[in-house]
């Protein structure tokens, strides 16, 4: 029988390799034929058809279960979340960072350096503008208002900059380059201008809490020290329109503006004790080590991380203003014997942030390298399937507070755990001093018996092992991560200059 037409489109139910049926769209140009052959040629060339497209979905199908499969083994999240050191980064990271600080810090300038460096590394870089600054040079003068204007101009301030920070928030997961967003000031320096219990109330009303606003929001702050604390003959107001504030009010500003973010795990004070280049460089370099970017010779590596034995808990009543955080940690089981990977969960009043770490050795003589990722809850507890058994988990109170512009974290062990870990306290911070400036600005309430930055003794990995330390092939010592084929003959005295070690790792 004869068949005319132009151009047909003829739907087919195609059986794929898991026995269910899909519509395949198959578009052919049929002609005119008078004779039966020509139909019989029709058909075995649907056939062959459809006979390929079988093949080709039952190929596709392969693929995706070969997928499967390999998401299913123990260390396929660790695969996806890895950094080799030795390839470029493939998947697009956004970084938020605030910088924060009392007037004439040097935040403006701040913005532009790190601007300029990031983008000739490649970065698309976005500069959220300060929202205070934004409503306040349409005429209003903060000391002018009353207490109920000036909570709800606070409260309309945090308002708006969250929906402004949003926007660029958008814009950074929708790049196709890695992206650096910085943020002039962030939601927490609000509660810098009103009283604790104003701050609580409002907290309250719009349902907020302070581990996603201060914690999970940003991956870190960058507090830059006011000129008028450490660098008077440098404290200007002349070239900032809405600025005002004389040296004194200055420094309490920048005091208040400090305390606001105490608690975020990832808070650098930048202060005067050098000269400014050094200390956007510092800023710069502080931005990179968080971020695990070898910067090389471009940036003279100033900052180092200590760590100190503290004999015993004082009572509270002894420490400055303080956030104390409830911290579990675990590590991972890993495929390869030089690498460790650990989930550490941190929060308060059951309000979580989740941060999974990856470290690797030295490579070509470089610091070792630590990459960290923000996690959402279903992930952690995806990955908490591939605990180390080897390892017991770590609990921690720690207690985050500042005294002399100078950032510390007081990690207080907690059981259960292993008993070497009983009762130990360690103090930890960051710091570009030395000598009797050190010296000065630590806490003088605290018993410190002890520096023990790179004592392999006090490394959390060596602390969380379950194996006694002298028979296990884990224990890290300084040339190594991870497990031992062979034991290693003690490590040689340590160098007069403190450096960072293989094993020891931040303990975030």
């Known amino acids: 029988m004869a068949t005319t037409a132009d151009q047909l489109m003829a739907p087919a139910l195609v059986p ?20 039966s052959n020509s139909d019989s040629n029709q058909n075995s060339t649907k056939k062959k058809k459809t006979a390929a497209v079988q093949q080709q979905q039952q190929q596709h199908q392969h693929q995706v279960d070969s997928k499967r499969s390999a998401l299913a083994k123990p260390d396929a999240m660790n695969a996806s979340l890895k950094l080799k050191s ?43 503008p300060e929202t205070a600054t934004v409503l306040l040079s349409g005429g209003v003068k903060f000391s002018d208002l009353t207490e109920d204007e000036a909570y709800k101009f606070q409260e309309n301030l945090i308002r708006t900059m969250v929906q402004i920070e949003n926007t660029y928030f958008e814009l950074g997961n929708s790049n196709t380059r890695n992206v650096l ?8 320096d609000a509660s810098a201008y009103i009283s604790k219990d104003k701050w609580e109330k409002m907290m309250a009303a719009n349902k907020w809490n302070p581990v996603e606003m201060r914690d999970n929001r940003y991956n870190q702050i960058l507090h830059l020290v006011s000129a008028a604390n450490g660098a008077e003959d440098f404290y200007s107001t002349e070239d900032h329109a809405c600025r005002s504030e004389g040296v004194e009010l200055a420094r309490e500003l920048d005091y208040k503006s400090a305390a606001a973010w105490v608690g975020h795990p990832y808070f650098d004070v930048i202060d005067n004790s050098t000269d400014f280049e050094t200390k956007m460089n510092r800023m710069i370099e502080s931005v990179c080590q968080k971020l695990g970017i070898d910067i090389g010779d471009r940036l003279q ?53 989740y941060i999974y770490t990856q470290r690797r050795p030295n490579i070509h003589g470089q610091n070792r390298i630590e990459v960290k990722t923000q996690l959402t809850h279903r992930d952690y507890i995806n990955l908490l399937a591939q605990c180390d058994d080897a390892h017991y988990t770590i609990y921690k109170t720690r ?26 306290v360690l103090l930890e911070t960051y710091s570009s001093l030395t000598g009797d400036a050190l010296k ?32 296990s092939e884990k224990y890290c010592r300084p040339t190594s991560h991870g497990k031992q084929k062979q034991p290693l003959p003690p490590p040689p005295p340590p160098a007069p200059e403190r450096h960072y070690h293989p094993y020891d790792e931040n303990s975030d």
């Open 399 to 424: 207690r985050c507070f500042l005294i002399n512009n100078q950032y510390f974290q007081l990690d207080i062990y907690k059981e259960p755990g292993h008993p070497r870990c009983k009762g130990l």
């Open 440 to 471: 000065n600005c630590m806490p003088k309430f605290l018993n410190i018996v002890k520096e023990v930055t790179g004592d392999p003794d006090y490394s959390m990995f060596n602390l969380s092992l379950k194996e006694d330390w002298s028979t």
């Open 181 to 188: 967003i910085i943020c002039d000031r962030g939601v927490m």
């Open 86 to 128: 030795s390839e470029p980064i493939k998947e697009v990271r956004v970084y938020k960072i605030v910088l924060t600080g009392g007037p004439c810090g040097g935040k403006t300038t701040g913005q532009s350096r790190l601007c300029t460096f990031f983008e000739n590394l490649g970065w698309k870089v976005f500069r959220v």
């Open 301 to 353: 590596a100033t900052s180092r991380k200590l760590k100190y034995l503290v004999a015993s808990l004082p009572p509270e009543s002894e420490f400055p203003p303080f956030q104390d955080f409830d911290v579990e940690h675990h590590y991972l089981q890993s495929t390869f014997p030089k690498v460790q990977a650990r989930l550490r969960k941190r929060g308060q009043k059951n309000h979580w942030s």
């Open 16 to 35: 794929t390799s898991n026995g269910q049926q899909s519509v395949l769209i198959v578009g052919t140009k049929l002609q005119a034929s008078t004779n």
